[in-house]
């Protein structure tokens, strides 16, 4: 461990930023990918699988960083996730050929969720429990979730980009998509540029080649994972490209609508993270998790039979003020009942299961769109996220994280005096 008073702060935004940079680069791909498709004329079910081809690398980055980020390094680990993420971006700015676009959206881990939920997370995850206490581990958390969302909230405005440069430019509509890819390979550039100088001390010790969990880990790593996979297979039915795939088809909104609506988006699942802090303070990290949760998938499902464009964005944007919260405390509470050098195959584990979840749902959710209704990913990923949070509270609501324990000891030492 290294000197956490002189270095710690350093290091920790350091990921802040490349994060943050990161984050603004999958908010712009979560509104312009599907649009950028559908202007190469594909149909719901080829978005779909596009978008899941996208997904799918990134599970296949996550598995790799879960394997090898504490052997090879983890600095080295995130300059090359955010290399890759910029090749992909820079091979959507040079082509049209749909299967160099399928291609690059694989190799680039094209994130069409909006959020970023990709490899080069697992490996911050890791790496911030480091940079500060056990007590202040959440608050971390929440901070880190908040840059993140802002950065989500600066890419989904520049997901107007496009719009603004056929307007204002008179820019073809095929081209305007892929000037607005070379920005975001510039940022995915930027973004590995920002953790070049991370110290060694975020590294950890490797006891062997084939570290693995200690059995009661993986007890605990098994069933959050297994439990994670149910969230996020809800989760792919509503990424951002597919939601604005659903506004852009049931109220005939672009670019120049959509972009503001997911800034404020992100910037309401920002200010939530801040307000998880607060709560599990208050109640815990796994009642925070679940009851916020909950309400949100329930008025989701209010959003495809909204009468109108206004109704409808209103209680989306209801539902994004509380849907985020889970987020923070999640991260948290994963690398807190773990052992500190079990954190980044703990976290990879959990994502990784996550990620394999989030590349299936949309190839499903497609066809779906084309064949059942439009609005099937409004049902059936609400109903799959309120399964998750009944299972999630069943099974952890009796393992509480160290800080948790030390509060209940203390509660009860001093209740114990009083009488």
Same mark, same amino acid.
């Given at each position: ?11 920790? $935004? ?5 994060? +943050? ?13 599907? !649009? ?6 594909? @149909? ?17 980055? %996550? ?9 090879? +390094?983890?600095?080295?680990? /995130?300059?090359?996730? #955010?290399?890759?993420?910029?090749? +992909? +971006? ?52 929440? $901070? ?20 603004? /440069? ?14 607005? $890819? ?8 930027? #973004? ?5 100088? !991370? ?13 693995? /969990? ?24 509503? %990424? ?15 670019? #120049? ?29 796994? @009642? ?20 109108? !464009? ?47 979840? $989030? ?61």
């Amino acid at each position: 461990m290294w000197n956490r008073e002189r270095e710690s702060h350093p290091q920790r $935004w350091r990921i802040f930023l490349s994060a +943050g940079l990161r984050a603004v680069a999958v908010g712009l791909s979560g509104v312009i990918l599907s !649009l950028h498709l559908a202007t190469l004329a594909f @149909n719901p079910s080829r978005i779909g699988l596009t978008i899941a081809l996208g997904l799918t690398g990134c599970a296949l980055g %996550t598995l790799v960083v879960t394997g090898l980020a504490d052997r090879v +390094g983890r600095r080295r680990s /995130l300059v090359a996730l #955010a290399w890759g993420m910029s090749v +992909g +971006g820079l091979l959507l700015a040079g082509s049209a050929s749909s299967p160099v676009v399928m291609l690059a959206v694989f190799i680039g881990m094209v994130n069409g969720m909006g959020r970023d939920r990709g490899a080069s997370m697992t490996v911050e995850q890791a790496i911030l429990p480091q940079t500060t206490t056990s007590a202040e581990r959440t608050k971390v958390f929440a $901070w880190y979730n908040v840059i993140v969302d802002a950065g989500h909230a600066v890419g989904s405005l520049l997901g107007s980009v496009p719009a603004l /440069l056929r307007q204002q430019f008179h820019v073809p509509a095929l081209e305007s998509y892929q000037w607005t $890819w070379g920005l975001y390979s510039v940022l995915c550039l930027l #973004a590995g540029a920002s953790v070049v100088k !991370l110290s060694r001390g975020i590294e950890v010790a490797v006891r062997s080649p084939t570290q693995s /969990l200690s059995p009661a880990s993986r007890q605990v790593v098994a069933k959050f994972a297994g439990l994670s996979t149910l969230d996020s297979l809800g989760g792919g039915f509503l %990424t951002t490209a597919l939601v604005s795939y659903w506004f852009f088809q049931r109220f005939g909104v672009d670019e #120049a609508f959509l972009g503001p609506l997911f800034f404020l988006v992100r910037i309401l699942n920002g200010l939530s993270h801040l307000g998880a802090a607060w709560l599990a303070r208050r109640i815990g990290l796994v @009642n925070t998790m679940v009851w916020t949760h909950l309400p949100s998938s329930l008025l989701l499902m209010t959003v495809p039979i909204a009468p109108n !464009l206004t109704v409808a964005v209103v209680l989306f944007l209801i539902r994004e003020a509380l849907v985020e919260m889970d987020v923070p405390t999640r991260q948290s509470y994963i690398v807190a009942v773990v052992k500190e050098d079990e954190r980044t195959r703990a976290s990879g584990i959990t994502n990784l299961t996550r990620g394999v979840a $989030w590349a299936v749902a949309p190839a499903i959710a497609g066809p779906l769109m084309r064949t059942v209704s439009l609005s099937a990913p409004f049902l059936i990923g609400p109903g799959l996220k309120i399964a998750y949070d009944l299972l999630l509270y069943r099974a952890f609501r009796q393992l509480t994280p160290p800080e948790e324990r030390r509060l209940s000891r203390v509660a009860g030492c001093s209740h114990g005096e009083g009488n």
